[in-house]
């Protein structure tokens, strides 16, 4: 689980740069004083994991980096990464009470990292909160954001905790899913090393995937945690999909962060308008790409990305393709791929092609991102809970399913949103755990 099996790439971390890097400790002071530390703190309302923004700030302006991590740890374990990746944007920046008076917000997220950073740097623990949980066992299914917090949180009053991976990284999305410019995965993995040395055990290349597999659990652990995401990256469901030079978008990610993949060029086209179709496209211009199209089947209005994600993107010189929808993809005799398109107009919400505005795009990669499929097929094996449209069915407050040793959390929960929701749900949930068991003890 160390950074050791990660490349060291000095090419590599000069094309995908930080997008916002860290401040400098004099910049950081300063940024700190310009906080109002609100008491009723908007900022706090709207992060999902409510950090108390002006206690961590207040602490940063006094020089006390410790203790703003320390406020920031007991609401967001994660705290590191979730600087980084989170939309601050649309949630504790963009509720900054600066916008009302017609400034720039408080650098929420980057005075975030700047405390983070120096609490890793200092490698001291996560102190504990109590032992009132020293015989419970819990087992967490999949080693992303969800189940790393609910670990966390259960190990902070010593639960015995194992985190079951399938893959050789813990992480989840964080490690082979994010872009390498806004969360490296040697800062990802170095949050996780914290909580494993928390005392949480991880055992990689496990599959939790057949019903013989879950009661092996259930013999073992007093409670399970679902924290397992989404499933494989959604087919574009076309002729010729399975070429070879057709790569998902999480594949093209996973590969250049694991050091698999150096180098893009030619022409490439992501098809989608999602975050992560945007993150697939910037890599490829960052990897070498001459041109990158992204191709959407609706218009801009339509995209779910971030405006401010689409904006980087036309600054990296991704170019936008809209109201135009694959048909076909084909191998030419020089080897490069043609993907036949159509034009199509909207009617309501449905789609129709306009006659004669067939078009085909040359090109050397081509990269689906029209999101993720949900885990059914390891949904089903789990007795007792009950999945809805793909999704695993929990009481809202506790994260419990219908089987009462079960709890779920993160985007098998809620399809897929952003890495703070899922901390979120990971601590919510480890909380709940906790008082069901307590609560169980005194029956």
Known sequence: MSTASLPDDLQLRERFNELKPPLAPQAAAIEADRCLYCFDAPCTAACPTHIDVPGFIKRIASGNLRGSAMRILDANILGSSCARVC??????????????????????????????DAFHASGEPVPRVSDAARNL????????????????????????????????????????????????????LREIDMIRRMGVEFRFGVSVDSAAAFER???????????????????LGIPGEDLEGVMNALELIASYKTGHLREVHGTVVVVGAGNTAIDAANAARRLGAETVYLLYRRSE???????????HAKQEGVQFLWRRQPLAVRRNADGRLSLDTVQVRQVDRALLA???????ISCDLLVPAIGQSPLTQLLQELRGVEVRDGRIVVEPVTGQTANPRYFAGGDCVNGGREVVDAVADGKRTALAILKTAEAAAHA
């Open 87 to 116: 939309p601050v944007d649309v949630l504790c920046e963009g509720a900054c009470v600066m916008h009302r008076h017609h400034r720039q917000p408080i650098q929420i997220a980057l005075l975030q990292r700047h405390a983070m």
């Open 137 to 188: 066992r819990v087992a967490c299914i999949g080693g992303g954001p969800a189940s790393l917090s609910c670990a966390a949180e259960l190990r902070r009053r010593d639960a015995q905790v194992a985190i079951l991976e399938r893959r050789a990284l813990p992480g989840g999305l964080n490690t082979y899913g994010v872009a390498e410019y806004k969360l490296r995965a040697a800062d990802s």
């Open 217 to 235: 659990l259930e013999s073992e652990f007093d409670f399970v945690f679902l924290g397992v995401g989404l499933g494989a990256m959604q087919r």
């Open 301 to 311: 209005s339509d995209m779910s990305a971030f405006d401010f994600e689409y904006e």
């Open 354 to 360: 306009i006659p004669d505005s067939q078009y085909t």
